[in-house]
């Protein structure tokens, strides 16, 4: 058991860690921060509907707070319902990128958003309408009632302009169905595409998830505290990100910047709307 100094937003704390030895910290907490990272857009246009817990979908625009949500849990490689975790709303105006797929689904993207690709099993951040020379043709997760199922992404084309933009996270799971599509904000650097997927299931390979997280072990709340609550931390069981950190899928610096920036808009700690 160690007692080790943790910077945490410029202020230096002394705490007992008992989840993560001296070395594995400062392998996670190692790099920079890159000054092009903005967590500020990557969102979807009003009109977009969400499916909720029950099956029906409401526009994201009318989504409360109190709002539960149809999910995918790739623990158990299945449905879940979970709620609102994080919900960022704002007001000004933004260029829309249309996706489109062949069923004639189509998602209005803020900046960015990030779809489950099947062809690659892993989450695509989608950003630019030149990826549509690359990820045209490829399967992507969509859900149809109750199964997943394969639509084909079509286009990434310009589409205007939205004077509002919305951005729900789940409890724990962080993802949702948008217009069917399974997916994730795009702000959420760092919390996908972390574990290893079974060969043939939408659901992460357990012994190797569980491999990763003994390897490295868990990040302490002491690390993020200055970010939100003890409850919000558990509530999302973050500890495992510090698995995300170790494979350079982000940074701590940037990480801690995400959870700072949006700590207005966690749901039941003074979740709010950003105008422009």
Same mark, same amino acid.
């Given at each position: 058991? *160690?007692?080790?100094?943790?910077?945490?937003? !410029? +202020?230096?704390?002394?705490?007992? &860690?008992? /989840?993560? @030895?001296?070395?594995?910290?400062?392998?996670?907490?190692?790099?920079?921060?890159?000054?092009?990272?903005?967590?500020?857009?990557?969102?979807?246009?009003?009109?977009?509907?969400?499916?909720?817990?029950?099956?029906?979908?409401?526009?994201?625009?009318?989504?409360?707070?109190?709002?539960?949500?149809?999910?995918?849990?790739?623990?158990?490689?299945?449905?879940?319902?979970?709620?609102?975790?994080?919900?960022?709303?704002?007001?000004?105006?933004?260029?829309?990128?249309?996706?489109?797929?062949?069923?004639?689904?189509?998602?209005?993207?803020?900046?960015?958003?990030?779809?489950?690709?099947?062809?690659?099993?892993?989450?695509?951040?989608?950003?630019?309408?030149?990826?549509? *020379?690359?990820?045209?043709?490829?399967?992507? !997760? +969509?859900?149809?009632?109750?199964? &997943?199922? /394969?639509? @084909?992404?079509?286009?990434?084309?310009?589409?205007?302009?939205?004077?509002?933009?919305?951005?729900?996270?789940?409890?724990?799971?962080?993802?949702?169905?948008?217009?069917?599509?399974?997916?994730?904000?795009?702000?959420?650097?760092?919390?996908?595409?972390?574990?290893?997927?079974?060969?043939?299931?939408?659901?992460?390979?357990?012994?190797?998830?569980?491999?990763?997280?003994?390897?490295?072990?868990?990040?302490?709340?002491?690390?993020?505290?200055?970010?939100?609550?003890?409850?919000?931390?558990?509530?999302?069981?973050?500890?495992?990100?510090?698995?995300?950190?170790?494979?350079?899928?982000?940074?701590?610096?940037?990480?801690?910047?995400?959870?700072?920036?949006?700590?207005?808009?966690?749901?039941?700690?003074?979740?709010?709307?950003?105008?422009?």
């Amino acid at each position: 058991m *160690a007692t080790t100094k943790i910077s945490t937003n !410029a +202020k230096t704390t002394t705490t007992e &860690i008992t /989840e993560l @030895t001296d070395e594995a910290l400062k392998k996670v907490s190692g790099g920079e921060f890159d000054p092009s990272y903005d967590p500020s857009g990557s969102c979807l246009t009003p009109d977009t509907k969400i499916t909720l817990a029950d099956g029906s979908a409401k526009r994201v625009d009318e989504l409360a707070d109190d709002d539960q949500l149809l999910v995918w849990d790739f623990d158990a490689g299945d449905l879940a319902v979970a709620p609102i975790t994080f919900f960022h709303r704002v007001r000004e105006e933004a260029a829309v990128l249309r996706v489109s797929f062949s069923d004639g689904t189509s998602v209005g993207v803020v900046e960015e958003h990030v779809f489950f690709d099947l062809t690659d099993r892993r989450f695509v951040a989608i950003n630019s309408a030149d990826q549509e *020379a690359e990820l045209a043709g490829h399967a992507f !997760a +969509k859900l149809v009632g109750s199964r &997943i199922e /394969e639509v @084909t992404l079509t286009s990434i084309r310009p589409d205007g302009t939205t004077d509002a933009y919305y951005s729900p996270v789940s409890e724990k799971h962080f993802n949702c169905f948008a217009e069917g599509m399974l997916s994730m904000s795009g702000f959420l650097k760092g919390f996908y595409n972390v574990f290893d997927l079974e060969e043939s299931e939408l659901k992460f390979d357990a012994a190797k998830k569980a491999a990763d997280i003994a390897e490295i072990g868990e990040i302490p709340y002491a690390v993020l505290a200055s970010c939100g609550s003890k409850e919000l931390f558990d509530r999302n069981d973050f500890g495992w990100f510090s698995v995300s950190l170790a494979k350079g899928l982000t940074t701590l610096p940037e990480a801690m910047r995400l959870l700072d920036f949006f700590r207005p808009y966690f749901v039941g700690e003074g979740a709010g709307i950003a105008a422009a």
